[in-house]
């Protein structure tokens, strides 16, 4: 079937989407706009930015706009993402005006067109059996078929596509390649808003797996100052200890090949969108071993990867209050 190629105009990698309508200013806020065909991935788009922490409002009416990025400001939402296409209807020929007034607000703000060509776009309705929109609210117009309404979509959303930072051409992207686009745009490695939190803890296996460890490394093979007297009552914090610990020459090519494979994993999880990582360390009662190690990996970790990581030792006190409980029972 023959079919409109949409044109590719995304810019070249280096200078991201910072072109056409986007401005930043006072950066009282970050917003993005996601608007382009339907058919072309807004949904999905959306959903990326909402999963980067973004608060996302979609067919959103125009006349809206300023007030509703003025209110989640005054919420304390800073990163906002709108959904405005023709479903609006006719509010769409206020789109103009509504976005340059957030241009010229101070604002950070970034147009994205999602684009695809008249053979996708009829390729993906097809599969999803789902209605174009203007077929839905124009039944008796010339948006009957669904050709008709991706031509009459482009000619309603010409003035938008103009007025885009960036173009984004969806034709041969799988959802998961445009979330990845997304994500390296506007997600945590991508220089904009937080970098992902890093947490390293350390626990005891006879207390259980921490529920909420991403990662989790077991350190029972390393000797244990639990059976050295002078260290017992001691913790991993304490320098005896951490000496015991880390100066043994299977610490250390276990702190060698760990940290390798944190150096390799930690940018890519970042790359991918996520927002916090925690990692856990276990020795047999979380007091000793996990805690000193947990220390030592946590502080290469910010030395390697210019990253914060925060540390927490989950069960360094368990024996203690697990020995009062014993005294106070008898």
Known sequence: MAGTQAENTEPDPGQGPEQGLARTGSAQSQVVVITGMSGAGRSTALRALEDLGFFCVDNLPTLLVEQTVASCERGGMRRLALGIDV??????????????????????????????????????????????????????????????????????????????????DTTRLSVHELRRRIIADFGPGAGRGDRMRTRVMSFGFKYGVPVDADLSLDVRFIDNPFFVDDLRPLSGLDSPVAKFVLDRADTQSFLELALALLEFLLPRYEAEGKSYLTMAIGCTGGRHRSVAIAERIAEELRRRLAIQVDVSHRDIGEADREARADASAR
């Open 87 to 168: 479903r609006v209807g006719s509010f769409l020929q206020g789109a103009g005006h509504a976005l340059a007034q957030l241009a010229a607000s101070g604002r950070t703000l970034h147009v994205i067109f999602l684009d695809a060509s008249d053979e996708a776009l009829l390729r993906r309705y097809s599969s999803t059996r789902r209605p174009h929109p203007l077929s839905t609210v124009e039944p008796a117009g010339p948006a009957g078929a669904v050709l008709e309404a991706v031509l009459l979509e482009r000619e309603r959303l010409a003035p938008l596509r103009a007025m885009a930072s960036r173009v984004l």
